[in-house]
Structure formats: structure tokens, C-alpha cells
């Protein structure tokens, strides 16, 4: 590769990166939950005051905002994370959307959502450009 060749971030890359944060920051909702801030952005209404389910979704947070840092650098290992996660977000998405109250248009929407970026990312993850981008 020649010096002034510069190899352009693909835009499902990007896109992936973002949508990873925007995760970090959900999972940061329960969180925010344990100091009586949660319920001003929770479309549940649930509250969450279990340290441990706190601390889990913390690391997961961290998790994701370090798996879209990566997807804008271009780390190595991320991709193999990204594979990794993305499986996971699809059974977990595919699972909810077979068990949600059909009655519910809010939680079917969110269910419905939840599965079709799940399987955006899957599909991405695997493609070449993503890949390369990765291989750099």
C-alpha cells in the first residue's frame, strides 16, 4: 500500500460504531436507575435496584463503548468481538421478539426494531469491506 493511500472507514463500519455506543449509553439506564434517574428515560417504567444487575450492565456498557471506539480505529480484535456479540444480539433479539405480549404494539415495535438491527450488524460484521477494513 502506497503512504498517501489512505483506506476509507466502509459506512457499515461507522454505522456499527455508532450503534455500539448508542448501546453503551442503554445500558448505562439501569445505572442510572440505582440513583432514581432511570425512570426519566425508561420507556418501561421498570426500575432496577440490584447492584449486581448494575454492575453487569456497566461492564456491558464499557464493553460497547469500546467495541465502537474500535470499529472507528479499525483494531484488530474487534472484529472477532463484533462477530461474537452480534450472534448473541440476534439469538437474544430473535428470543424476545418469539416471547413479547403481542398485544403490546410498544414492546412488539421495540422487539421488531431490536431484531432488525441485530440482524443488520450480523450481515455486516461478515462482509468483505468490513473485514478488510478490519485486516488493514
Known sequence: MDVNEVKRRPFRVTLIGILSIIAGLIYLFPILNIYGLGNLISLTNQTFYSGPFALTAL??????F???LGCFVG????????AIISVINFVVALFVLLNIDINNLETVLIGMVWLIIATYVLLSV????????FRR
Do not use: C
Request: hydrophobic residues 50%.
Open 59 to 64: 461492564v456491558i456498557a464499557i464493553a460497547n
Open 66 to 68: 469500546v467495541l465502537g
Open 126 to 133: 461478515q462482509s468483505k469491506k468490513t473485514k478488510e477494513w
Open 75 to 82: 483494531w484488530r480484535p474487534i472484529w472477532f468481538y463484533l
